[in-house]
């Protein structure tokens, strides 16, 4: 069975096609704590159990960076009128790459919240118009549960074992940045968040204030590749013990305040400097809070997701750490970690497999709790 999945929550236009290959059991995993490297089999069973096994067929993703570029971040208007002259070529793409048609489609995934409402409904809109047509299964899905499984994403041919539950995931993207303990793909609980800033906003407001090219993620892990930023130290917000949250905006504030220092323009050197000291920071600070959250949890099994999972410097730091700690790391390929609709299409699995179907009710969220613990 062929899924096409869609994803428009921001400013990337994705569709991706899945094929789906077992149904999967309704069982939540094994439930058990495993230990490191506690092997393939019994932890692999669990993850049988608890997400149906797919592999991605086709992944196509059209960036708007260049269009929000100019304004130094999303526009939503911009970015919506965009999805919609991309849609369609985009979902056909996916097609095709996949080597497939819609008559080989048998169900439908989109990315229902949390998100900008004009771009969402744009996917929204398309996969209902197919469902229906076609008369096809349709599922919403949760952005943020979707970057927190992108671990499980497998193309043909793979072989390393996607990980099993349970585990903790740290999600790190442009709008959100959480811990969430994860016992099945439907079980998902928030251990912690940030208090103001997301991971990704403040690299995008720091990669701002430095001058540098939008989006400020991917430009500050350029800039600071390889350089030691030496006695220059930025604060970690809340590096308390009695807390897993986080918090970036005094960071931030800090930064602007030495480039101020610098009369609003720092020299090149200086901002090579300035951006791995920062980055440095927030490294710093997603990894300690993400390994105390393993020694408090006891699960030893910890997955990274969203766009800030890309940089060069977080993903070295947290595999160190990992090493060091007895902590088994999964690691999704970069261009899993930013927007994506093979991710959609993994999310929605359970409940396609469940035969559950939103059909002609399905609306956009531009807010969407995932993982509450205290709903
Ligand atoms: O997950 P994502 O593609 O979209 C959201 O759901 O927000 O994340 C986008 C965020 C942006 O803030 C971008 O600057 C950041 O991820 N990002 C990075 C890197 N690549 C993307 N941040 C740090 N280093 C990177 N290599
Ligand atoms: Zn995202």
Redesign the pocket.
Known sequence: MLLLAIETS?DETAAAVLEVRGRGSEGEGSGEVGGRGSGVGGDARSDRAGLPEAVVLSDVVASQIEDHAPYGGVVPELASRKHLTAILPVIRKALEEAGGSLDDVGALAVTAGPGLVGSLLVGIQAAKAIAHARKKPLVGVH?LAA?LLSSHLRRPGATTPPPAFPYLSLVV???HTALYRVDGPEHIRRLAATRDDAA??A??KVGKLLGLPY????A??EAARGVDPGELRFPRGLDRKDTLDFSFSGLKTAVADVVRAHGGRPAPDEVRRIAAAFQRSVVSSLVRKSLAACGQTGVRRLTLG???A???GLRAAMAEACVDAGVELFLPARTDC??NAAMVGLAALPRLARGEDDGGTLAARSTWPLGDPNP
């Not at 989006?215 to 991917?218: A, D, N």
């Open positions: 921001c952005h970057h993207s442009g709008g990704g906003e690299f995008d989006p400020g993620g991917p500050i892990d969203g766009g800030v890309a940089n060069g930013t927007d």
